[in-house]
């Protein structure tokens, strides 16, 4: 993925924001023309930096990496996968044999959010318990 310039994060914050903003509004508001802004969001959404229309952003400021651990209350839990799908922190989810079932991995920008996360998961209702670690350092 490329760097982001400054246009791009006016862009990201505006659709954090509100990303129901028309094409002509959010062209203006960032300074390009509507067929310039087209280009950029197609760029955006090819290179996975968004995700979905609904502007389902991937925080390129992200720098807290965690692991959650879930343990199912039931298999499969195709409620809490869906759960999971609207979480733009969610870089991905794998089921796994054994204890756990289901590792969750998180990129967010603080640990408050990556716990506020933990939390909203944890209350889901097919997680029987969920345990967190936070990334200290990818060494490879």
């Known amino acids: ?3 982001l310039d400054d246009k791009d994060h006016q862009i990201l914050d505006l659709l954090r924001a ?5 094409l002509k509004t959010l062209a203006a508001r ?4 509507r067929s310039t802004l087209r280009d ?12 979905g229309y609904r502007a389902d952003i991937v925080d390129g400021e992200a720098n807290v990496a965690a692991y959650l651990f879930i343990r199912l209350k039931a298999t499969p839990a195709p ?3 869906a759960f999971l799908k609207r ?11 054994g204890d756990i079932d289901l590792l ?7 640990t408050e959010r990556v716990n506020g996360l933990r939390d909203r998961i944890s209350s889901h209702e ?3 318990d969920l345990t967190t670690s936070i990334v200290l350092n990818r060494n490879i």
């Open 87 to 97: 979480m733009p922190e969610v870089r991905s989810c794998t089921s796994l044999t």
């Open 18 to 22: 509100d990303a129901r903003l028309p």
């Open 40 to 51: 950029r969001l197609s760029r955006l959404e090819a290179e996975g930096v968004i995700r």
């Open 30 to 33: 960032v300074g390009l023309a």
């Open 126 to 128: 097919s997680v029987a």
């Open 1 to 3: 993925m490329r760097t």
């Open 104 to 110: 969750v991995e998180l990129a967010s920008a603080s």
């Open 79 to 81: 409620g809490l996968i």
